[in-house]
């Protein structure tokens, strides 16, 4: 598409968009009795303006039916997690089955590393992205030692090249095929936080069990924002948080996905009485009796309320239509903020801002990190001061997220035409 740089033209790609309304079922956070243009949600999602009366409807379950509200009323939360897999299932590309809202991500990314990280003397090795996000650094790192591995001999982080900010699949490939004998685990980020870069994640899958060994993401920015096929790309697991681009409220509750290959093994798990079989459960005996599936890895029982709000939001989800609807606009949105960038660019005569995420499309998401040649913070603080929220990561990056679901054209022209007149009173 040939963009142009002006609020008409913005404005026109609004009109013809059908997920327009989208916005509407959301609440915008404000500042000086204005709202916000919001980039934000690959760190923090949006409230949808129903979670006020899904926690509310809970509430009442809770006051009126007391304990018999696992049983009773209309969502008994008995069975309530299931009205979610229903709707999980679509966005990662899963049998309802094979999913399961539990717990927080890196809760998740524990238990899952418990059944799937399964060191030997010579196969003990994890290969992962070098810059992971902090949390899955220390999970890692802290697995390894459960083990009574070093994580200096274990881990192996890919690195970019020289001069370079993102990946590229071949070293990854090279790197797995290079220690094929001794990797035990490859487990990667579905999109990097900090670059935006989406990985090609079949091919690492492939790549991984090629060299015989289980392969799992992370997809804490990849949920919600790029469409998944976990189970046709033989994924054998992956956990996710509902709190960026599935706008499920801070603290969210997390996702896993277990590939239905993995269901009758008698893999290891830190067992808890909700992943106990459904029928017996009640029956309180001793022996752990796994529930069939993704269910099988639960631990506690059901946090209704974070579950009432995620609920609430994969309803959005499936009333927009699902990934690729949603992915669909996404790709003209991002696009259209690479442009509006390099129009900044080229009004400053410079490159002032330098995108890092990948330039094709098909390796990123929502997500545009840029780094300021000068004064990034300053002009960050500038870009927030008026009402434009995107987040700033150490050392030098700022991430602009124009998310598909609530973001529009108009919001991308206006951020860019800010940026260059606060890049022009600053420099
Ligand atoms: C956001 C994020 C987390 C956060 O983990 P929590 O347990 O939800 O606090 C972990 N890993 C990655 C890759 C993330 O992007």
New binding site residues.
């Given amino acids: 598409m040939n963009f142009e740089n002006n609020l008409a033209f913005a404005q026109t790609l609004d009109q013809q968009d059908p997920l327009r309304e989208m916005r509407n079922e959301y609440l915008f956070p404000q500042q000086n009795g204005k709202p916000f243009i919001y980039l934000c949600g690959n760190?923090l999602g949006l409230q949808p303006k129903v979670a006020r009366e899904v926690l509310e409807k809970q509430l009442n379950n809770w006051q009126n039916l007391g304990v018999e509200g696992w049983f009773e009323g209309n969502s008994p939360w008995m069975f309530y997690h299931k009205e979610l897999k229903k709707l999980m299932a679509p966005i990662v590309g899963a049998k309802p089955a094979e999913v399961c809202p539990m717990n927080?991500?890196?809760?998740n990314?524990h238990l899952l590393m418990v059944s799937f990280y399964q060191p030997k003397a010579k196969r003990f090795k994890i290969i992962m992205e070098a810059g992971?996000?902090p949390?899955?650094q220390y999970a890692i790192e802290s697995q390894v030692r459960f083990h009574g591995f070093d994580p200096k001999d274990a881990i192996i982080e890919v690195k970019p090249r020289e001069g370079e900010y993102t990946l590229r699949t071949e070293d990854i490939v090279k790197e797995i095929e290079g220690n094929a004998e001794e990797i035990a685990l490859v487990l990667f980020?579905g999109i990097n936080?900090f670059t935006g870069q989406w990985f090609d994640m079949p091919a690492i899958t492939k790549a991984g069990h090629k060299a015989g060994a289980i392969v799992g993401f992370?997809l804490?920015?990849a949920a919600g924002n790029v469409p998944l096929q976990l189970h046709d790309w033989d994924v054998d697991f992956a956990c996710w948080?509902s709190?960026?681009y599935q706008n499920a409220g801070p603290?969210g509750i997390?996702g896993i996905f277990v590939h239905e290959k993995h269901f009758n093994t008698s893999m290891n798990r830190f067992a808890g009485w909700w992943g106990y079989n459904e029928e017996q459960r009640f029956k309180m005996e001793k022996g752990f009796i796994p529930e069939a599936g993704a269910d099988g890895w639960q631990v506690s029982c059901t946090q209704v309320m974070p579950m009432a709000l995620y609920h609430a939001s994969l309803q959005l989800f499936e009333k927009a239509g699902f990934m690729d609807v949603l992915r669909a606009k996404s790709k003209t949105l991002t696009s259209y903020l690479f442009f509006i960038i390099n129009q900044v660019n080229k009004e400053l005569g410079d490159e002032q801002y330098k995108i890092i995420t990948p330039q094709t499309e098909a390796d990123r998401g929502a997500q545009v990190s840029i780094i300021a040649k000068a004064n990034g913070k300053k002009i960050f603080d500038e870009l927030v001061a008026h009402n434009v929220l995107g987040d700033w990561r150490e050392p030098n990056v700022i991430r602009l997220s124009p998310v598909p679901m609530y973001n529009s054209f108009e919001d991308v022209y206006k951020t860019g035409s800010l940026l260059l007149t606060i890049s022009q009173s600053i420099i």
Avoid: N, R
């Avoid at 927080?104 to 809760?107: D, I, K, N, R």
């Fill in positions: 760190s927080t991500l890196t809760v990314l992971a996000f949390s899955d980020g936080y992370d804490a920015h948080c709190y960026k603290g997390s």
